[in-house]
């Protein structure tokens, strides 16, 4: 009897933890399927209305399976924005030219990425959670100035380029404000060419202009740092 149940004792229970069924949902179009749903979840929902969760049913997947890639929600939030900017594709392509056109490069870029709806929905959840949550803020930080615009200005070897980098960053996230999120007109829907070519100069002069005009004028003087002239003389008759 005893060695009869020994035979037929049940399987052990299954193991307690992450299902069985998020482990079978992995592959390689997984990961890819979840950034894609976190990309429409911060823009629609907002960083603090998101989840784990509803992530995970807009992916078709376990909420187990994004922890299992991601980990957190600030860490899936910032592979979303990481996709939309691709720094490691993108720098050397805006650095590869001319160093005087690349205000124009920057502003194109920057200016497309706005424009193609799947990397525009991350965007727009960053620039409306940074005002209000940390997280959101230091995302925007990270790849909009960390890893974008000040290792470029690093690149051209420039004086002062952290400074340089956030005077860009907020002339664009300016534009990225009215012409996305708020919608002003007539900015919202001018064509992009034309606000590439209004734009462009000043990045270019942002990121690469050295000397006086680069930095404020001091007290006192005028354009370029000289000091203004005074009326002109009278003339003896």
Do not use: C
């Amino acid at each position: 009897m005893t060695s009869r149940s020994a035979q037929e004792e049940p399987p052990a229970p299954r193991r307690r933890g992450r299902p069985s069924r998020a482990a079978a949902q992995g592959g390689p179009d997984s990961r890819a399927r979840i950034l894609e749903a976190a990309r429409t979840e911060f823009a629609e929902r907002g960083y603090d209305k998101a989840s784990m969760r509803s992530i995970a049913r807009a992916a078709g997947v376990d909420a187990a399976l994004v922890h299992h890639y991601f980990g957190t929600k600030d860490e899936v939030f910032a592979a979303a924005v990481e996709l939309s900017f691709e720094p490691a594709l993108v720098v050397p392509q805006i650095l590869g030219g001319p160093v005087d056109g690349v205000g124009e490069r920057m502003a194109r870029y920057f200016i497309s990425v706005w424009e193609n709806p799947a990397s525009r929905a991350p965007l727009l959840a960053i620039v409306r959670s940074a005002l209000t949550h940390e997280a959101a803020a230091e995302v925007l930080r990270t790849f909009v100035l960390g890893r974008l615009l000040e290792r470029i200005a690093a690149e051209l070897d420039v004086p002062d380029p952290t400074f340089r980098a956030e005077v860009a960053a907020s002339h664009m996230v300016g534009i990225a404000m009215l012409r996305y999120v708020v919608r002003a007109e007539p900015l919202a829907s001018a064509d992009p060419e034309r606000i590439v070519a209004l734009v462009a100069p000043s990045i270019q002069r942002y990121l690469t202009e050295d000397g006086p005009h680069a930095r404020p004028d001091p007290p006192g003087a005028g354009h370029g740092g000289t000091p203004p002239e005074g009326p002109a003389a009278p003339t003896a008759p």
